[in-house]
């Protein structure tokens, strides 16, 4: 393996931290260096090293370990502690086929409660992934999109779940955009999606969604698979 630069030192820490607030700068600092590619997939998190950069005990640093496992940004490895998750978990067409049975029911039960600013708010998301052509705003912007029209429905715990593999899809697309050129095919699809919704047409708002995601998902595992067979020729 090659020598890479130390992940950590791309981070900035303002201590002294109160200790009561330990675990949660720690998290919150960390999950944004992973989600914005600073600590890259695979690196592996010594407790010790972020003990001392963030001048903490190891406890509040293993809490914030843990809390990055529970959000699968981190996997815990036997002899090499915390390692960066990978961007995909597993398989993405078994991540895609959850995440569309918990969507169509979030959008199922969105619709009717939709208001004309949640519909203006959704239009507004899609104009600027029009013209937006930085690969981290675009899986913001389309986590934005989604979530404006899903947000209205009742349940909290559905809305935090899908919230989640949304946030992994962003993290994902943050990454690969550029070599899978998703850009403006999903765009005619998050319009056709936005007028069906208008019109408050719930079942073919939920086939155009379930659409949407599976070309979605068609792309990303003809990307991983073309991807792998690369790597399996040229190891990094
Ligand atoms: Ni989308």
């Keep these: 393996m090659t020598q890479k630069p130390n992940p950590l030192s791309s981070i900035k820490v303002n201590s002294p931290i109160p200790a009561h607030l330990a675990r949660s700068v720690i998290e919150e600092t960390l999950r944004a260096a992973i989600l914005d590619g600073r600590i890259p997939c695979g690196a592996a998190l010594r407790q010790q090293d972020l003990a001392d950069l963030f001048g903490v005990s190891r406890m509040p640093v293993r809490e914030a370990l843990r809390q990055l496992e529970a959000q699968e940004l981190l996997n815990v490895i036997a002899h090499k502690g915390a390692v960066v998750a990978p961007l995909v978990q597993g398989d993405a067409a078994e991540t895609y086929a959850l995440r569309i049975l918990l969507e169509a029911e979030a959008l199922r039960l969105s619709i009717p409660l939709l208001t004309a600013d949640d519909f203006e708010q959704a239009a507004r998301y899609i104009d600027e992934l ?71 047409d719930i079942d073919l708002s939920v086939k155009l969604l379930e659409q949407h995601l599976n070309r979605g998902v068609e792309v990303i595992t003809r990307y991983l698979d073309s991807a792998e067979s690369k790597s399996r020729k040229t190891p990094k």
């Excluded at 981290?136 to 899908?162: C, D, Q, S, V, W």
């Design 130 to 200: 029009e013209i937006e052509h930085d690969y981290t705003e675009i899986g913001r912007l389309n986590r934005l999109f989604h979530m404006a029209l899903y947000h209205r429905a009742p349940n909290r715990r559905l809305l935090k779940l899908i919230e989640e593999g949304l946030n992994e899809e962003e993290r994902f697309l943050r990454f690969n955009l550029e070599a899978m050129g998703l850009g403006k095919l999903s765009q005619d699809d998050h319009r056709a999606l936005l007028r069906a919704a208008e019109d408050r």
